[in-house]
């Protein structure tokens, strides 16, 4: 990894954690797999720090852009696989 995750200056400590681990968790989709539940769960907490759709999408690109991972692609796999546990892409 030689890159640097989109954070916000305004954000505490603990929600600088969870944002990090949530782009950690699509890393992980694309390099590994990541159990479906654990993603649903971050994905849910860094909506509640970056509730904007606008600002979403912005740090998505950040992400993507240093990273050429897409988060959008994992979460959306995510909501049309069901019940299946592991999300790989």
Do not use: C, H
Request: no cysteine.
């Amino acid at each position: 990894m030689n890159y640097s995750y989109p954070i916000d200056e305004t954000w505490t400590t603990e929600e600088i954690v969870d944002v990090v681990n949530y782009f950690s968790l699509i890393e992980k989709a694309y390099e590994k797999g990541v159990q479906k539940q654990d993603l649903v769960a971050a994905y849910n907490r860094y909506k509640q720090i970056v509730p904007s759709k606008s600002e979403e999408k912005q740090l998505d690109k950040q992400f993507e852009k240093q990273s050429g991972y897409t988060p959008f692609r994992v979460i959306k796999k995510a909501k049309d696989l069901g019940n299946q546990d592991t999300i790989k892409m």
